[in-house]
Protein backbone atom coordinates (compact mmCIF):
# COMPACT_ATOMS: atom_id res chain seq x y z
CA UNK A 1 0.00 0.00 0.00
CA UNK A 2 0.98 3.83 -0.66
CA UNK A 3 1.79 5.45 2.61
CA UNK A 4 3.42 8.42 1.04
CA UNK A 5 2.17 11.37 2.19
CA UNK A 6 1.51 14.65 0.11
CA UNK A 7 3.68 17.36 -0.65
CA UNK A 8 1.72 19.87 1.46
CA UNK A 9 1.62 17.48 4.26
CA UNK A 10 5.27 16.96 4.34
CA UNK A 11 5.84 20.89 4.75
CA UNK A 12 3.07 21.08 7.63
CA UNK A 13 5.20 18.02 9.06
CA UNK A 14 8.44 19.81 8.24
CA UNK A 15 7.12 23.18 9.82
CA UNK A 16 5.38 21.63 12.87
CA UNK A 17 8.78 19.72 13.71
CA UNK A 18 10.81 22.89 13.48
CA UNK A 19 8.07 24.74 15.26
CA UNK A 20 8.14 22.15 18.32
CA UNK A 21 12.06 21.58 18.25
CA UNK A 22 12.59 25.23 18.49
CA UNK A 23 10.48 26.42 20.48
CA UNK A 24 8.96 23.85 22.86
CA UNK A 25 12.45 22.68 23.92
CA UNK A 26 12.36 20.47 27.01
CA UNK A 27 13.11 22.77 29.82
CA UNK A 28 10.63 25.64 28.04
CA UNK A 29 7.92 22.90 28.39
CA UNK A 30 8.71 22.30 31.57
CA UNK A 31 8.70 25.79 32.90
CA UNK A 32 5.43 26.14 30.97
CA UNK A 33 3.22 23.23 32.53
CA UNK A 34 4.91 24.43 36.00
CA UNK A 35 3.49 28.04 35.44
CA UNK A 36 -0.01 29.32 36.85
CA UNK A 37 -1.22 28.92 33.40
CA UNK A 38 -0.06 25.06 32.52
CA UNK A 39 0.00 26.07 29.03
CA UNK A 40 1.22 28.77 26.56
CA UNK A 41 -1.58 30.59 24.49
CA UNK A 42 1.17 32.09 22.44
CA UNK A 43 1.77 29.24 21.02
CA UNK A 44 -2.13 28.93 20.43
CA UNK A 45 -1.93 31.78 18.11
CA UNK A 46 0.83 30.74 16.76
CA UNK A 47 -0.91 27.48 15.53
CA UNK A 48 -3.74 29.33 14.18
CA UNK A 49 -1.31 31.85 12.45
CA UNK A 50 0.25 28.96 10.63
CA UNK A 51 -3.30 27.56 9.56
CA UNK A 52 -2.78 24.43 11.53
CA UNK A 53 -6.16 24.67 13.83
CA UNK A 54 -7.67 24.89 10.76
CA UNK A 55 -5.99 21.93 8.64
CA UNK A 56 -9.37 19.51 9.00
CA UNK A 57 -11.74 21.55 8.22
CA UNK A 58 -12.94 22.30 4.47
CA UNK A 59 -12.62 25.61 2.69
CA UNK A 60 -15.82 26.72 2.96
CA UNK A 61 -15.62 27.32 6.71
CA UNK A 62 -12.32 28.81 6.54
CA UNK A 63 -9.87 25.63 6.65
CA UNK A 64 -8.11 24.44 4.48
CA UNK A 65 -9.85 21.48 3.15
CA UNK A 66 -7.54 18.39 5.14
CA UNK A 67 -8.93 15.56 7.35
CA UNK A 68 -8.07 12.90 9.50
CA UNK A 69 -4.95 11.98 8.08
CA UNK A 70 -3.85 15.67 8.35
CA UNK A 71 -4.83 15.72 12.20
CA UNK A 72 -2.87 12.66 12.24
CA UNK A 73 0.47 14.53 11.01
CA UNK A 74 -0.33 17.29 13.80
CA UNK A 75 -0.67 14.55 16.63
CA UNK A 76 2.23 12.70 15.67
CA UNK A 77 4.87 16.12 15.68
CA UNK A 78 2.36 17.56 18.95
CA UNK A 79 3.59 13.89 20.66
CA UNK A 80 7.04 14.30 19.76
CA UNK A 81 7.22 17.79 22.03
CA UNK A 82 4.67 16.01 24.60
CA UNK A 83 2.96 19.74 23.42
CA UNK A 84 -0.09 19.98 26.10
CA UNK A 85 -2.20 22.59 23.75
CA UNK A 86 -5.95 21.50 24.01
CA UNK A 87 -5.78 20.57 20.00
CA UNK A 88 -7.65 16.84 20.37
CA UNK A 89 -10.50 18.83 22.77
CA UNK A 90 -11.21 21.83 20.40
CA UNK A 91 -9.86 20.84 16.69
CA UNK A 92 -10.88 17.05 17.06
CA UNK A 93 -13.52 16.89 19.35
CA UNK A 94 -15.63 19.92 19.36
CA UNK A 95 -14.70 20.52 15.82
CA UNK A 96 -15.77 17.30 15.02
CA UNK A 97 -19.00 17.54 16.72
CA UNK A 98 -19.41 20.86 14.70
CA UNK A 99 -18.34 19.07 10.95
CA UNK A 100 -21.15 16.20 11.49
CA UNK A 101 -23.97 17.82 12.83
CA UNK A 102 -23.92 21.65 13.76
CA UNK A 103 -26.16 23.54 12.23
CA UNK A 104 -25.71 26.27 9.70
CA UNK A 105 -25.54 28.78 12.06
CA UNK A 106 -23.35 26.93 14.87
CA UNK A 107 -20.53 26.05 12.12
CA UNK A 108 -20.35 29.92 11.23
CA UNK A 109 -19.86 30.87 14.88
CA UNK A 110 -17.59 28.30 16.28
CA UNK A 111 -15.62 26.75 13.78
CA UNK A 112 -14.26 30.03 12.50
CA UNK A 113 -13.02 31.22 16.03
CA UNK A 114 -11.58 27.85 16.61
CA UNK A 115 -9.84 28.45 13.35
CA UNK A 116 -8.27 31.98 14.28
CA UNK A 117 -7.33 30.25 17.75
CA UNK A 118 -9.89 32.66 19.76
CA UNK A 119 -12.41 30.22 20.76
CA UNK A 120 -10.90 26.61 23.19
CA UNK A 121 -13.35 23.91 23.91
CA UNK A 122 -12.93 21.23 26.21
CA UNK A 123 -14.90 18.06 26.16
CA UNK A 124 -17.15 17.25 28.65
CA UNK A 125 -18.37 13.75 28.46
CA UNK A 126 -16.79 11.43 31.31
CA UNK A 127 -18.62 11.49 34.72
CA UNK A 128 -17.55 9.73 38.12
CA UNK A 129 -20.11 6.34 37.52
CA UNK A 130 -19.79 6.04 33.79
CA UNK A 131 -16.89 3.86 33.21
CA UNK A 132 -16.26 4.38 29.68
CA UNK A 133 -20.08 3.64 28.75
CA UNK A 134 -21.14 7.28 26.72
CA UNK A 135 -24.63 6.19 27.55
CA UNK A 136 -24.27 5.79 31.26
CA UNK A 137 -25.13 9.64 32.31
CA UNK A 138 -26.29 11.08 35.18
CA UNK A 139 -26.13 14.60 33.81
CA UNK A 140 -29.66 15.65 33.05
CA UNK A 141 -30.88 18.65 30.58
CA UNK A 142 -34.61 19.21 30.80
CA UNK A 143 -36.51 21.13 28.11
CA UNK A 144 -37.74 24.30 29.45
CA UNK A 145 -39.83 26.72 27.19
CA UNK A 146 -37.18 27.95 24.99
CA UNK A 147 -33.89 26.17 26.57
CA UNK A 148 -32.32 23.64 28.37
CA UNK A 149 -31.48 23.30 32.31
CA UNK A 150 -28.26 21.13 32.67
CA UNK A 151 -27.56 19.50 35.73
CA UNK A 152 -24.40 17.16 37.00
CA UNK A 153 -21.30 16.72 37.13
CA UNK A 154 -18.36 15.81 34.44
CA UNK A 155 -15.47 14.34 35.57
CA UNK A 156 -11.85 14.97 34.54
CA UNK A 157 -12.17 17.65 31.34
CA UNK A 158 -8.98 17.94 29.63
CA UNK A 159 -8.60 21.25 28.92
CA UNK A 160 -10.81 22.70 30.68
CA UNK A 161 -9.20 25.39 32.86
CA UNK A 162 -8.19 27.06 29.32
CA UNK A 163 -11.82 26.54 27.56
CA UNK A 164 -14.01 29.19 26.54
CA UNK A 165 -16.80 26.90 25.70
CA UNK A 166 -17.88 23.43 26.94
CA UNK A 167 -19.20 20.55 24.52
CA UNK A 168 -21.73 18.58 27.18
CA UNK A 169 -22.98 15.54 26.69
CA UNK A 170 -26.22 14.96 28.72
CA UNK A 171 -29.70 13.05 29.00
CA UNK A 172 -33.04 14.82 27.68
CA UNK A 173 -34.67 11.31 28.01
CA UNK A 174 -34.55 7.46 28.55
CA UNK A 175 -33.10 5.53 31.51
CA UNK A 176 -29.62 6.34 32.52
CA UNK A 177 -28.13 3.76 30.76
CA UNK A 178 -30.53 3.64 27.70
CA UNK A 179 -29.06 4.07 23.79
CA UNK A 180 -31.52 6.48 23.27
CA UNK A 181 -32.11 10.02 24.49
CA UNK A 182 -28.76 11.12 24.36
CA UNK A 183 -27.75 14.43 23.32
CA UNK A 184 -24.81 16.88 23.41
CA UNK A 185 -24.90 21.01 23.76
CA UNK A 186 -22.46 23.89 23.55
CA UNK A 187 -21.99 25.63 26.82
CA UNK A 188 -20.43 28.49 27.06
CA UNK A 189 -18.05 28.01 30.42
CA UNK A 190 -18.93 31.56 31.97
CA UNK A 191 -22.72 30.58 32.31
CA UNK A 192 -24.33 31.02 35.73
CA UNK A 193 -24.80 27.80 37.37
CA UNK A 194 -21.07 26.67 36.05
CA UNK A 195 -18.71 25.41 38.77
CA UNK A 196 -15.11 24.00 38.03
CA UNK A 197 -12.34 23.02 39.94
CA UNK A 198 -9.04 22.79 38.24
CA UNK A 199 -6.18 20.54 38.94
CA UNK A 200 -3.07 19.38 37.10
CA UNK A 201 -2.72 16.02 35.92
CA UNK A 202 -0.20 12.88 36.16
CA UNK A 203 1.30 14.13 32.85
CA UNK A 204 1.45 18.18 33.08
CA UNK A 205 -2.04 18.97 31.35
CA UNK A 206 -4.79 20.60 33.29
CA UNK A 207 -8.13 18.97 33.67
CA UNK A 208 -11.43 20.27 35.40
CA UNK A 209 -14.13 19.09 37.42
CA UNK A 210 -17.01 20.42 35.82
CA UNK A 211 -20.66 21.04 37.85
CA UNK A 212 -23.73 22.10 36.40
CA UNK A 213 -26.13 23.49 38.87
CA UNK A 214 -29.18 24.74 37.27
CA UNK A 215 -27.14 25.54 34.07
CA UNK A 216 -29.55 27.51 31.18
CA UNK A 217 -28.75 27.08 27.82
CA UNK A 218 -30.86 28.18 24.63
CA UNK A 219 -32.19 25.79 22.38
CA UNK A 220 -29.77 26.71 19.66
CA UNK A 221 -27.05 25.04 21.51
CA UNK A 222 -28.34 21.39 21.00
CA UNK A 223 -25.53 19.69 18.46
CA UNK A 224 -27.54 17.81 15.57
CA UNK A 225 -30.91 16.17 16.97
CA UNK A 226 -32.40 15.65 20.82
CA UNK A 227 -31.67 12.51 22.21
CA UNK A 228 -30.20 10.82 19.07
CA UNK A 229 -26.60 11.64 19.61
CA UNK A 230 -25.06 8.69 21.03
CA UNK A 231 -23.51 7.59 17.49
CA UNK A 232 -22.02 11.10 16.95
CA UNK A 233 -20.51 10.55 20.51
CA UNK A 234 -19.07 7.75 19.34
CA UNK A 235 -18.03 8.75 16.01
CA UNK A 236 -16.23 11.67 17.50
CA UNK A 237 -14.31 9.67 19.77
CA UNK A 238 -13.05 7.33 17.47
CA UNK A 239 -11.72 10.02 15.35
CA UNK A 240 -9.83 11.26 18.86
CA UNK A 241 -8.42 7.98 19.26
CA UNK A 242 -6.89 8.14 16.01
CA UNK A 243 -5.88 11.48 16.85
CA UNK A 244 -4.17 10.29 20.33
CA UNK A 245 -2.71 7.30 19.30
CA UNK A 246 -0.92 9.30 16.40
CA UNK A 247 0.44 11.43 19.59
CA UNK A 248 1.49 8.25 21.75
CA UNK A 249 3.41 7.31 18.58
CA UNK A 250 5.16 10.53 18.20
CA UNK A 251 6.18 10.54 22.08
CA UNK A 252 7.39 6.40 21.50
CA UNK A 253 9.47 7.66 18.62
CA UNK A 254 10.94 9.99 20.78
CA UNK A 255 11.34 7.94 23.92
CA UNK A 256 13.09 5.22 22.11
CA UNK A 257 15.22 7.45 20.20
CA UNK A 258 16.04 8.65 23.87
CA UNK A 259 17.17 5.36 25.21
CA UNK A 260 18.91 4.65 22.65
CA UNK A 261 21.41 7.73 22.95
CA UNK A 262 21.32 7.66 26.61
CA UNK A 263 22.56 3.62 26.18
CA UNK A 264 25.26 4.97 24.39
CA UNK A 265 26.84 7.43 26.85
CA UNK A 266 25.93 5.65 29.98
CA UNK A 267 28.92 3.33 31.06
CA UNK A 268 28.86 0.66 33.36
CA UNK A 269 31.91 -2.10 33.71
CA UNK A 270 33.62 0.71 31.71
CA UNK A 271 32.17 0.21 28.62
CA UNK A 272 28.38 2.06 27.29
CA UNK A 273 25.51 -0.49 28.48
CA UNK A 274 24.18 -0.37 24.84
CA UNK A 275 26.98 -2.91 24.35
CA UNK A 276 24.84 -5.62 26.38
CA UNK A 277 23.12 -7.81 23.97
CA UNK A 278 20.17 -7.97 26.53
CA UNK A 279 19.78 -4.35 26.36
CA UNK A 280 19.92 -4.19 22.61
CA UNK A 281 17.44 -6.71 22.36
CA UNK A 282 15.08 -4.75 24.65
CA UNK A 283 15.54 -1.47 22.32
CA UNK A 284 14.91 -3.63 19.09
CA UNK A 285 11.84 -4.96 20.98
CA UNK A 286 10.49 -1.11 21.56
CA UNK A 287 11.68 -0.21 18.45
CA UNK A 288 9.21 -2.90 17.29
CA UNK A 289 6.66 -2.17 19.33
CA UNK A 290 6.59 1.21 18.03
CA UNK A 291 6.43 0.49 14.41
CA UNK A 292 3.34 -1.73 15.28
CA UNK A 293 2.05 0.94 16.92
CA UNK A 294 2.46 3.74 13.93
CA UNK A 295 0.64 0.78 11.62
CA UNK A 296 -2.05 0.41 13.48
CA UNK A 297 -2.37 3.89 13.76
CA UNK A 298 -2.45 4.78 10.07
CA UNK A 299 -5.14 1.89 9.49
CA UNK A 300 -7.46 3.54 12.24
CA UNK A 301 -6.90 6.68 10.69
CA UNK A 302 -7.93 5.24 6.87
CA UNK A 303 -10.78 3.10 8.43
CA UNK A 304 -12.33 6.77 10.05
CA UNK A 305 -14.51 7.15 6.99
CA UNK A 306 -15.71 3.07 6.63
CA UNK A 307 -18.52 1.87 7.62
CA UNK A 308 -19.78 1.96 11.32
CA UNK A 309 -18.81 -1.24 12.32
CA UNK A 310 -15.37 -1.24 10.67
CA UNK A 311 -14.36 2.38 11.79
CA UNK A 312 -14.92 0.88 15.36
CA UNK A 313 -12.99 -2.26 14.91
CA UNK A 314 -10.10 -0.09 13.42
CA UNK A 315 -10.16 2.13 16.38
CA UNK A 316 -10.56 -0.39 18.95
CA UNK A 317 -7.83 -2.20 17.43
CA UNK A 318 -5.40 0.70 17.58
CA UNK A 319 -6.56 1.52 20.83
CA UNK A 320 -5.73 -2.13 22.43
CA UNK A 321 -2.15 -1.70 20.57
CA UNK A 322 -0.99 1.12 20.20
CA UNK A 323 -2.11 1.46 24.27
CA UNK A 324 -0.06 -2.31 24.73
CA UNK A 325 3.02 -0.11 22.90
CA UNK A 326 2.92 2.74 25.02
CA UNK A 327 3.26 1.14 28.07
CA UNK A 328 5.70 -1.34 26.90
CA UNK A 329 8.03 1.54 25.31
CA UNK A 330 7.39 3.97 28.46
CA UNK A 331 8.39 1.02 31.10
CA UNK A 332 11.36 0.14 29.16
CA UNK A 333 12.63 3.23 28.26
CA UNK A 334 12.48 4.13 32.47
CA UNK A 335 14.19 0.68 32.90
CA UNK A 336 17.24 1.19 30.63
CA UNK A 337 17.33 4.93 32.26
CA UNK A 338 17.89 3.69 35.52
CA UNK A 339 17.38 6.41 38.65
CA UNK A 340 17.40 9.24 35.98
CA UNK A 341 13.91 7.74 34.39
CA UNK A 342 11.83 8.53 37.14
CA UNK A 343 13.18 12.09 37.92
CA UNK A 344 11.19 15.39 37.50
CA UNK A 345 13.94 16.80 36.02
CA UNK A 346 15.10 14.23 33.10
CA UNK A 347 12.46 14.23 30.37
CA UNK A 348 11.97 10.29 29.87
CA UNK A 349 9.90 10.42 32.95
CA UNK A 350 7.40 12.80 31.27
CA UNK A 351 7.29 10.61 28.10
CA UNK A 352 6.60 7.59 30.38
CA UNK A 353 3.55 9.57 31.98
CA UNK A 354 1.99 10.55 29.16
CA UNK A 355 2.34 7.13 27.39
CA UNK A 356 0.90 5.23 30.61
CA UNK A 357 -2.19 7.81 30.78
CA UNK A 358 -2.79 7.46 27.11
CA UNK A 359 -3.49 3.95 27.79
CA UNK A 360 -6.83 5.23 29.59
CA UNK A 361 -7.89 8.10 27.64
CA UNK A 362 -11.17 7.34 25.87
CA UNK A 363 -11.26 3.49 27.14
CA UNK A 364 -8.83 1.01 28.41
CA UNK A 365 -6.83 -1.55 26.66
CA UNK A 366 -9.30 -3.89 28.50
CA UNK A 367 -12.82 -1.95 27.40
CA UNK A 368 -11.36 -1.89 23.41
CA UNK A 369 -10.23 -5.22 23.76
CA UNK A 370 -14.40 -5.83 25.16
CA UNK A 371 -15.73 -3.82 22.17
CA UNK A 372 -13.05 -5.57 19.66
CA UNK A 373 -14.57 -9.16 19.90
CA UNK A 374 -17.97 -7.83 20.40
CA UNK A 375 -18.36 -6.09 17.10
CA UNK A 376 -16.97 -9.55 15.95
Known amino acids: MDFNFTEEQDMVRDGLSRLVREQYDWETRRAAIASDAGWRPEIWAQLAELGILGMPFSEEVGG ?4 AVDA ?3 MEEFGKGLVVEPFVPTVVCAGGFLKHAGSEAQREEHLSAIIDGSRVFAFAYAEPRGRYNYADLETTAKKDGDSYVLNGHKAVVIGAPWASHLVVTARTGGGRRDAEGVSVFIVDKSADGIVTRDYETVDGRRASEVYFENVSVPADAL ?6 ALPLIEQVIDEAIAAQCAEACGAMKVAHAMTLEYSKQRKQFGVPIGKFQVLQHRMVDMYTAYETAVSLTYLATLKLDAGEKER ?5 SAKVGVGQSARF ?4 AVQIHGGNGVTDEYAIGHYFKRLTIFESEFGSVDHH ?8
Open 64 to 67: FGGG
Open 312 to 316: KRAAS
Open 329 to 332: VGQE
Open 223 to 228: IGEEGA
Open 369 to 376: LKRHISLA
Open 72 to 74: MIV
